[in-house]
């Protein structure tokens, strides 16, 4: 691995990484390494001690749309390695520091083990199993404000069938939503924009008060990824109203 200045006329920049190629290791994945190395949300996650750059996702669209507030009630729903649950503690008052301030809850469901995060609850959960939405009731111990979702489906390396998988996971996540939001409620996930998210939309829309479609900074450029933020849930019995 060495380092390759840009001296460009306007300045010194920051020294680029490039990553040779190391027997037995695939080009994609080389090229995987240098990007992650040259990625300036990965090292100001690790200087800022976030464990990953979603971290940044999830601050953007909360700045924007505020749902992470003290006293919330938040589920994280596919929560590993824990980088949106260590933002959305202090902002929710999880740990109580914020004296005059409710203070929130944040309960973690991923199907591998999340190194713990102080003021977070984690379980080891399939939230797409049978009874999951009362576990997350018991746990949480009562309905949600927030559920949130970064997951993404193993890539097969075949975009629209990735995009296809992400939806399908992102419809699941929407149905948990429904049973565990509470009235007002907000549910935010990631998806990738192919073309097969309208049904997913037209749900939304019809159980929320608003729909919106984000793509946040530190999503990269060349990234098909995006955010859906919808506010103002409905409720139960959506619907059977029309």
Not at 88 to 107: D, F, H, M, S, T
Not at 204 to 225: G, I, M, Q, T, Y
């Amino acid at each position: 691995m060495k380092r390759v200045r840009n001296t460009s006329g306007r300045g010194q920049r920051a020294l680029r990484v490039r990553v040779k190629s190391a027997k037995g290791r695939r080009l994609s994945s080389t090229l995987w390494l240098e990007r992650q190395l040259n990625d300036p949300y990965v090292q100001r996650a690790r200087k800022e001690g976030y464990r990953g750059r979603a971290a940044y996702k999830i601050m953007e669209l909360d700045d924007r749309y505020r749902f992470l507030v003290p006293g919330a009630r938040v589920v994280d729903l596919g929560c590993a390695p824990g980088g949106w649950l260590q933002v959305a503690v202090p902002r929710i008052n999880a740990l109580g520091e914020r004296k005059g301030k409710r203070q929130g809850r944040i309960i973690g469901i991923d199907l591998q083990e999340v190194e713990p995060v102080p003021g977070a609850e984690i379980h080891l959960l399939d939230f797409m199993e049978e009874g999951a939405d009362d576990k997350v009731k018991a746990w949480l111990g009562g309905k949600a404000d927030v559920v949130m979702s970064d997951m993404a489906a193993a890539s097969s390396g075949h975009k629209q069938t990735d995009h296809l998988r992400i939806i399908a996971l992102c419809e699941a996540a929407a149905e948990l939503a429904f049973d565990v939001l509470d009235e007002g409620g907000t549910f935010v996930a990631k998806v990738l924009a192919g073309g097969a998210e309208g049904e997913l939309q037209k749900t939304l829309k019809r159980h929320f008060r608003k729909v919106a479609n984000v793509k946040p900074d530190a999503s990269r450029a060349n990234s098909s990824e995006k955010f859906v933020v919808a506010t103002g849930f409905r409720g139960q019995g959506t619907d059977d109203q029309g």
